[in-house]
């Protein structure tokens, strides 16, 4: 009689895990494809993720902002952040209307201005044997320029599309607008959004995400309070510079260069292109000199103002940081050249706090001067 109950059991035992595999391979083939799905979506709606970043990052520093005056007055954390946010909006337009045709005419100007410009630089360049080689030379590698100082006229036709396409402003006020509607909404009613991120979680993991996510507000509003600083200083001076230079539009240039600034490392060298063309089409001295005050400018802005503000952020290797933003920038495009930096500071911070202090059990070795 046992044996016969042995028989049946071993015989019903495969019969019996059929299910519980097909089980799991039908959760398998549907996670890898929900997974899939998410990745996809990912992708195609980039642009609104990523303007969704921009409105959040946006309302970081306007919180930082409320933070501090309801700690300075006596005002409540509700009432300063209203405040912080009426002005906000009160100085952006009162920006865009008294700067703003100042900006787009000088734009207009430069763009107008570049073709002599580059005349001015293949006449240079064509009686200096030695320049004329080493373009040559750099442009024999490109398959799709043409060898010689024709490759100056690509540039040229590049940086007059480019601010072609800034002077219209479009598609920058619409993002500007969608990045300034998240920041507002989510900057009034935080506690909203934090609880219904929260409320997907398991209630175990609620107080660890909340200083996660205070670790990212804080790491993220140091950043941003860096460039800002970065972008007036180098407005500024790159602006006065240009000024005693007599180059035109230094103005407009000046702004480009403030507003180019918060891409770090890719951003100043395309700000001061236009402006050394231009100094170029005056005298090959001005353009020296001008190349000169981009340097310094830099330089005052990576040793004295980036390294003041730095210090209260998560270290970030300048050759991750080039790396990032030319993935990005290959994948997203210009949305994903701007916010490359950021992206990768809450990259840093997850790395830090779930995976060196959470998963290893260990203090994040600080970086390296």
Known sequence: MSKVSDCRHHQSGPLMNQPSVCHHIVFTVSLITLIGLLLLALYVLADVWLLSFGGVLLAVGLQGLSGGLSRWTPLPQSLSTTVICLGFCLLSGLTLWSMGPAFIDGLTQIREALPGALA????????????????????????????GPSILGKFGDLFSSALGAVSAL????IFLFV???????TAL?????????????????????????????SSLR????????????????????????GVPSAGTLGALSAILSFIPNIGPILSAIPAILLGLSQEPTVALYVFGLYVLVQTVESYIVTPLIQQRVVSLPPAIVIVVQLALG?????????????????????????WIEDRLGAQPIPAQS
């Open 120 to 147: 001015s630089a293949r006449r240079y360049v064509s009686s200096h044997a030695e320049l004329t080689q080493l373009i040559e030379t750099a442009s024999e590698s490109l398959p799709d320029l043409e060898p």
């Open 170 to 173: 479009g598609n920058a006020l």
């Open 179 to 185: 990045i300034t509607v998240v920041a507002l909404y």
């Open 189 to 217: 009613s935080p506690t909203t959004y934090l609880s219904a991120f929260l409320s997907v979680l398991p209630s175990q993991y609620h107080n660890r995400t909340r200083d996660v996510l205070s670790q990212l507000a």
């Open 222 to 245: 140091w950043w941003l309070a860096g460039r800002l600083a970065s972008m007036a200083v180098v407005g500024i001076l790159t602006w006065l510079g240009l000024l005693l230079l």
């Open 330 to 354: 290959t994948a997203l495009g210009l949305l994903g050249l701007l916010f490359a930096t950021p992206l990768a500071v809450c990259v840093m911070v997850l790395i830090r706090t779930l």
